[in-house]
């Protein structure tokens, strides 16, 4: 059984955490937060003094916080006591050039490293049926494989440093958008007189089906139990959609991408956090579109 340090125990850390320690292996976590640290110890989570001290005796250690500048920053702090050959894992969602500087780092201290996002949100991290988008070397992703097989059920290896994030925020604007698109026909079809339940018995089963459709439909009482069911209550809150939409097009940015619809709908998302939505479900976007 594995020596693992987790770091950052939030809504998603936590309950990953608590996977790999049922599964047996040595949990030890950490998080800034005090309430953070006290949910997780009444969740019966061991828990160390600070970031330093939980990564001294790590063989595995895995990272799950908001944002690049934070993971840079405590990878900077845990590398300074990780032992050689250890794997570092960053299973948030952050910028790529981030992560290429977080492989940069793990690399100059002979550390091995994954930057390892996840797609499945929190029911996925309690479940243990997250699917994880990897980049790093193969020796590290075969280090790292049992561990996403207690956390997940699908763990792809996408390529080299950084492509895991690549492949999070290409899946996550395709999602935005076309998420758009759905509300976007429904709306159209109410107005045209058509009843939304006949156009979800034809898209779900011909060239417009896509999640948004036939799993995450945006119209309540159409297709499968979906948040807009449950008065869009998330699911995937639509401030999370924007943090996607906007890495997508720092990334975009980077490498003179044209991505004219993520830049849109970048934009659309922006709207409906402003307007204070940023709680709801992100396919409320229905409502936002309506408005206009
Ligand atoms: P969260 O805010 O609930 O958890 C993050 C935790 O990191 C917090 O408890 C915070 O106190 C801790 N933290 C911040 N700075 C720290 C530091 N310097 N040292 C130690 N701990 C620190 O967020 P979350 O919903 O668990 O999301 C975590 C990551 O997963 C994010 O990158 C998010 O984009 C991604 N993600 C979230 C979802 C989701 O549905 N919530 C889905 C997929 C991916």
């Known amino acids: 059984m594995a020596k693992i340090s987790f770091i950052g125990l939030g809504n998603m850390g936590l309950p990953m955490a608590q996977n790999l320690a049922k599964a047996g292996h040595d949990v030890i976590g950490f998080d800034a937060l005090p309430a953070a640290r006290e949910a997780a110890t009444s969740a019966g989570l061991t828990i160390g003094e600070s970031n330093t001290q939980v990564a001294e005796t790590a063989e595995i250690i895995i990272l799950m916080l908001p944002n690049g500048q934070i993971v840079q920053d405590v990878a900077k702090e845990v590398l300074t006591t990780l032992s050689k050959g250890s794997l570092l894992i960053d299973c948030s969602t952050i910028d790529v050039s981030s992560a ?28 243990g049926t997250l699917t994880f988008m990897v980049g790093g070397s193969t020796e590290a992703f075969e280090i790292g494989a049992p561990y996403f097989e207690i956390m997940g059920q699908k763990a792809v290896h996408c390529g080299d440093g950084g492509s895991g994030q690549s492949a999070k925020i ?8 076309s998420m758009i698109a759905t509300c976007e026909a429904f709306a159209m079809a109410e107005k045209l007189g058509l009843s939304q339940s006949a156009l979800f018995d034809v898209v779900s089963t011909s060239s417009g089906s896509c999640w948004s459709v036939n799993t995450y439909c945006p119209v309540p009482g159409v297709g499968p139990q979906s948040p807009a069911d449950n008065d869009y209550k998330a699911g995937f809150a639509a401030a999370l959609m924007l943090k996607d939409m906007d890495l997508s097009q720092q990334a975009a940015g980077s490498v003179e991408a044209a991505t004219p ?16 939505q940023g709680g709801a479900d992100f396919s409320a976007i229905i409502h936002h579109l309506d408005k206009k």
């Open 261 to 276: 619809l993520g830049e849109h709908a970048t934009r659309l998302y922006k709207q409906m956090v402003e307007d204070g």
């Open 100 to 127: 290429k500087a977080l492989h940069e780092m793990a690399k100059t201290a002979d550390v091995h490293s994954l930057d390892a996002p996840v797609s499945g949100g929190i029911g996925g991290a309690a479940g």
């Open 170 to 177: 290409c899946n996550n604007m395709m999602l935005g958008i």
